[in-house]
């Protein structure tokens, strides 16, 4: 059972109306958080990057396991500094504009991620126009990642061309840049590096490794000292087994010694997706169970206009299902007959649906149904307005202790 004991009895009890629901279990993030920071050794700072989810109560939940938090916007600076006051934030994202630098310049921030060459004398620019003293720099380089270790799964992460961050050659001109007068007022901590998503324990590890030995490379070559590197986030979520997790332990155990051989060095990651994925459950009921041309259709209360999910990624969210026994009415119940249901949404597309022919015992109208795993980049990517259906409820359980 991958629904917690508490999400399962809020569920039950909710009346049908109230649904769907997304249902959040506060004290199980807090347990999972503490232990990801647990696994972490000294030496590496944990942030969470807020676009995953940025509930004021979740990020508010994450606070006491968390080092700080990754921004990526204006508005996600302006409200997360509103959840979680006084938290250390690290501001990224390609594209930021000349009003978004001027406020986070006003505010302070702990760690700018610097996209290129151009940010940086916009930067430069905007802290010319202010008292503030200095700022702390990371720059974030699109690194090739396409041998040693990860050879095996022919992975080619980083290295291909997109918008994000700078290719090597623009952080030789970054870090020239910054031994010149424009380093006086921007001081270089380190790298920050984002390259893939969904890597487990090993293939993060050696994308760590890559991503320090090139940073100390680069540092040695401009005489410089990197004092931090961050190796971002992308640890592996796995939709086919909720109950499976990113292994922390041996993630820290390999970190610990990549810190050995670099003695002074920070290591900084901000992981997203595993540190919320498994806080959130999107819960509701069967409207309708049909038969089309020898298959069976639940059709659900809800969709991905609230759980994009399953559409973007390509996958069947997992879900338990929670039998009602009640049936006041005077017809007969519709229910599957093949053993297999794909759980679709009231959407008028074909790309609604939340499952595909996944397996199921007698699922009936009425029955309830609890999708797993919908804590991060479900509701706030999803298009809420599309068919202008009522919004989900959200009820934040657990206790209120931080
Ligand atoms: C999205 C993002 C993250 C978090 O990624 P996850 O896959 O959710 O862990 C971290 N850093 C940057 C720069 C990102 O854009």
Redesign the pocket.
Known sequence: MTVTPLVFGHVAALPADDLPAYVYDLDALRTHAAAVRAALPAGVELYY?A??NPEPAVLAALRGSVDGY?V?SGGELAHVRRAVPDAPLAF??PGKTEAEITEAVRVGVHRW?VEGVQELHRLADVLAATPQASVDVML?VNLPVTSGSLDSVALAMGGRPTP?GMDPDGAEACVRLLAGPLGSRLRLRGI?A?LA?GLDASAQLAVAEHITDWSAELAERHAVTFEEINI????AVDYTDPAARFDWTAFGAGLEKLLARHPGLTLRI?????LTAYCGWYATEVIDVKQSYGEDFAVLRGGTHHLRTPATRGHDQPFTVLPVEDWPHPWARPATTTGRATLAGQLCTPKDVLAHRAPVDGLRTADRVVFALAG??AWNISHHEFLMHPRPGFHFLGSDDA
């Open positions: 990057a676009k995953a990754e990526s990224g994202g991620h974030r994000f920050h984002h998503s971002g986030g992308g640890m901000e992981p997203g997706r595993a991060a980049y």
